[in-house]
């Protein structure tokens, strides 16, 4: 199915973050169906105020606001929903809802929460992607009577399947950019760096977490005296110029 320029470029961003946070989770979830929850509760990120929290997945602070992992962090923001507490009543309310530092954080928390929380137990190491998105719906994650049924009409039109269990090694799943990094810079750009510094620099021990600290300093340094480059450990021009080259 062709896809707006909008709705392509939501994909590109969504899917590679959802292939590796399954993998990273043991592949007990189907990225597929992360996918599509995520094009659903957001509306293919055109709600705003989830775009702005980064919080595609619709996931609400809770009674307690208990941390399953540690990506959410405890920020919160307020907005409306709709809810059907007896499978076909519609009821709007608004409740305090989870915001997170990068749609990565938002993707990793959802799957903490799948993976840990008992009641989703049913939703993992299932055989097919309908089984458990049913699994997640009974768990209690969504009160709509046709979620299930929503969710796999998103798998099928846009054959979301194909994106399950695959995870290229080879090619920076993050946006390409220029931006000048240094330390204490966050986000997908810094991801996009760690990639390249870890998978082909060399410097394995390298986390590809989006936070620009001490180590990710110390392994941009040592690229540019390798390079004879300006030694001040932040990534412009001439430092991606090199970076990009390996």
Not at 78 to 97: N, S
Not at 103 to 116: F, H, K, P, S
Not at 197 to 206: D, E, H, M, P, V
Not at 215 to 223: D, F, L, N, R, Y
Request: glycine share 8%.
């Amino acid at each position: 199915m062709a896809l707006s320029k909008d709705k392509a470029e939501f994909l590109a961003r969504v899917i590679p973050i959802a292939q590796r946070q399954a993998k990273a989770h043991g592949n007990k979830l189907f990225a597929s169906v992360t996918i599509a929850q995520a094009m659903h509760e957001s509306g293919w990120g055109t709600s705003k105020k989830m775009i702005a929290a980064n919080a595609l997945y619709g996931v609400k602070v809770g009674a307690s606001a208990y941390k399953f992992g540690t990506a959410w962090k405890g920020a919160a923001y307020k907005t409306g929903t709709t809810e059907y507490y007896d499978g076909k009543t519609a009821t709007k309310i608004t409740d305090w809802f989870r915001q997170y530092d990068s749609i990565e954080d938002a993707t990793c928390d959802y799957m903490d929460i799948l993976c840990t929380c008992k009641r989703y137990k049913a939703a993992l190491n299932c055989s097919t992607p309908e089984q458990s998105i049913k699994a997640i719906v009974a768990g209690g994650y969504a009160t709509g009577p046709n979620y299930a049924t929503q969710i796999m009409k998103i798998i099928n039109t846009y054959n979301l399947t194909q994106y399950d269990g695959k995870v290229d090694s080879k090619v920076n799943p993050y946006p390409a950019t220029t931006k000048v990094l240094r330390r204490g810079s966050k986000g997908d750009a810094v991801r996009y760096l760690q990639w390249i510094l870890r998978n082909k620099a060399g410097f394995t021990s390298i986390s590809v977490d989006g936070s620009f600290g001490p180590a990710t300093e110390k392994a941009v340094v040592s690229v540019q005296e390798a390079y004879k480059l300006t030694v001040d450990g932040v990534v412009g021009k001439n430092t991606w110029s090199v970076l990009k080259s390996f």
